[in-house]
């Protein structure tokens, strides 16, 4: 188990901040209380100056150095310094409490990308006295000391490990401070309630509670919560993606259907039925949406063990999805296969494809529209109809429309857990309230409340949860 000792501030901590491979600058960042003199012990300058001295946000030019009897303060020396244990030429910046990321002395060491030269440099500021940072520690030093919160710490990872526009742009408005804000607008309403009920609880004889305060205040705060709930389905979308499912009976064009939203030809495709024996998966993006997108084997009465398998994968994801393509061939009649498969997914988010439309229609779609899903005509052979399928894909997620800019999208599977315990605490305070139960259930369950919107933001967590968050991060972020 993790020494909770690692994350005093009364230690200096060291990584390397880029990705390993081939660039062309590396970064070795360091932190904490002895980070500007541990560097200058293996800096070498181009013009004579002391690192602790020199402004923050700064930029000095010189060498590290491997050998301290360097002469350290002539220009002459330094420009022969490679006859005197010099490992790269770097660029040194300086940023000084309370002015850099953790609030901390930082000191970043850019030098050349190699890995040899990287670890080379990082074992020297090691060697001098800092210690190897743990996953996620510069950030959690951040949140430490006020800096950020923890919905904007966890940001952090959300912009890092971004797998669109869409889910970039959350991931900043998060680090920014817009979660943060909603949720302090809705902590300071449950607040002020907290203390009218306590006042009339402590003071019975003396305080006259305005029971019409309470009673819009709490509608307020489930309001506010219900607001950022709504969004909640749409944003761990944009920062997860999205599973989706293309389904069918045997050769109505599943996997062609896959190659044409791929833009390449990704599956083998042949006249043959059941040419697809295995669920194919793929990444695709849609319009700033990721989807991970699975063709499935359109086998419904298997003859052997490994069609029975195929089967068995197929409606495993096809339980697992968030939407289904639920293909049909356009030249054929509805047969029951087809109808048993709309039964199967009838519980999911659905767009129903009209497939190969270039052929002369025998498909019966009044019978198909009366289960109210999308319907969209294309033809994957000739490559019709992507455009008004993806516009299908996007309103069938976005079920209340695209999402506008400025809206606030709630992400965090663990934000989302909170937000809804949270609701419940507030639901239950209005239960209690709207019947005429005692004060004291109410003032409890909105105390429950608080406490569950502080766990959001960091204020009232554990060490565990903690370590649990940020043993997901990268060392060096």
């Not at 937000?419 to 309230?433: G, P, Q, R, W």
Request: with cysteine.
């Amino acid at each position: 188990m993790e020494d909770k000792n690692l994350f005093k501030f009364n230690d200096t901590i060291a990584s390397i901040a880029t990705v390993p491979g081939m660039a062309s600058v590396g970064i070795i960042k360091i932190s904490g209380p002895k980070s500007l003199s541990l560097v200058s012990r293996i800096f070498l300058p181009r013009r004579r100056k002391d690192l602790k001295k020199e402004k923050t946000y700064t930029l000095h030019y010189g060498w590290i150095i491997e050998k301290s009897k360097v002469k350290r303060h002539t220009p002459q020396d330094a420009g022969s310094a490679l006859d005197n244990g010099v490992v790269d030429e770097v660029l040194i910046s300086v940023m000084k409490a309370p002015f850099s990321y953790t609030r901390e002395d930082v000191v970043e060491v850019y030098s050349h990308s190699g890995q040899v030269v990287l670890n080379k440099i990082l074992d020297l500021v090691l060697e001098k006295g800092a210690r190897l940072a743990q996953p996620g520690e510069f950030t959690r030093r951040a949140f430490l000391s006020g800096r950020i919160d923890l919905t904007q710490a966890e940001a952090v990872l959300d912009i890092v490990q971004a797998r669109s526009e869409q889910s970039l742009k959350i991931g900043l408005s998060q680090l920014k401070g817009k979660l943060s804000d909603r949720i302090k607008n809705i902590e300071r309403l449950l607040k002020n309630i907290c203390v009218e009920l306590e006042a009339d609880l402590s003071f019975p004889e003396d305080i006259k509670i305005n029971k019409r305060f309470i009673s819009r205040g709490i509608k307020q705060v489930k309001s506010g919560i219900e607001k950022l709930l709504e969004n909640s389905r749409e944003g761990r979308f944009l920062r997860e993606g999205v599973s989706c499912v293309i389904c069918g009976r045997a050769n109505v064009g599943k996997s062609s259907l896959l190659n044409m939203l791929l833009k390449e030809e990704r599956v083998i495709v042949t006249p043959l039925a059941g040419t697809t024996r295995d669920v194919v998966e793929d990444n695709i993006n849609i319009r700033g949406m990721p989807l991970k997108i699975y063709d499935t084997a359109g086998i419904l009465e298997p003859k052997d063990l490994i069609a029975k398998k195929a089967m068995e994968k197929s409606y495993a994801k096809i339980e697992e999805a968030d939407l289904v393509l639920l293909v049909f061939d356009a030249s054929q009649r509805l047969c029951r296969d087809d109808f048993f498969l709309i039964d199967k997914v009838k519980e999911k988010q659905t767009v129903f494809v009209i497939n190969k439309d270039d052929l002369p229609s025998k498909i019966d779609t009044a019978r198909l529209a009366k289960y109210k899903n999308r319907m969209v005509r294309i033809s994957a052979l000739k490559n019709r109809g992507l455009e008004n399928l993806e516009k299908a894909i996007l309103k069938v997620i976005f079920n209340k429309g695209l999402h506008k800019d400025g809206e606030v999208f709630v992400s965090n599977a663990r934000h989302i857990s909170l937000f809804k315990e949270t609701l419940k605490s507030v639901d239950e305070a209005e239960a209690y309230f709207n019947k005429g139960h005692s004060l004291d259930f109410v003032f409890f369950s909105l105390k429950d409340a608080l406490t569950k919107l502080s766990q959001i933001t960091g204020k009232d967590i554990s060490d565990d949860i903690l370590d649990s968050i940020f043993s997901n991060f990268c060392i060096g972020k």
